[in-house]
């Protein structure tokens, strides 16, 4: 298993924020579908404020890039992507790595 960790900052709006942990609570199946299809076991989010913490584990021969690049072409990423940066400050058509920064693991 390979895990990654990411990090981004989400607009300075306290309801734009209770509104993005809402649409967290119900993540529509078809994105939690992609994210099995293309190896992600499990995706957790957690949040400190305007702060949030990815925690990303997949399967041993995932390739981010690879993998994040076909997980976009599946059904509904692009829309549940474009729904969901309106809370993260960015562009719609934005890419996930313009969003998210990796994390270096230190210890």
Same mark, same amino acid.
Not at 42 to 49: E, T
Not at 59 to 74: K, N, V
């Given at each position: ?28 199946? /078809?994105?939690?579908?992609? $994210? ?5 076991? =499990?995706?957790?989010?957690?949040? *400190?404020?305007? %702060? ?28 549940? /992507?474009?729904?969901?940066? $309106? ?5 719609? =058509?934005?890419?996930?790595?313009? *969003?998210?920064? %990796? ?5």
């Amino acid at each position: 298993m390979k895990r990654y960790c990411q990090t981004l900052t989400l607009v300075d709006d306290e309801q734009m924020i209770k509104s993005y942990v809402e649409a967290h609570a119900h993540v529509w199946p /078809e994105i939690i579908d992609g $994210q099995r299809k293309v190896g992600i076991l =499990d995706m957790q989010i957690y949040r *400190k404020g305007r %702060m949030l913490f990815m925690i990303c584990d997949t399967i041993d021969d995932f390739d981010w890039q690879r993998d994040m690049a076909r997980l976009a072409t599946l059904p509904r990423q692009a829309e549940w /992507e474009a729904y969901v940066s $309106q809370f993260q400050g960015c562009a719609p =058509d934005a890419p996930s790595s313009a *969003k998210w920064q %990796m994390m270096e693991r230190i210890f």
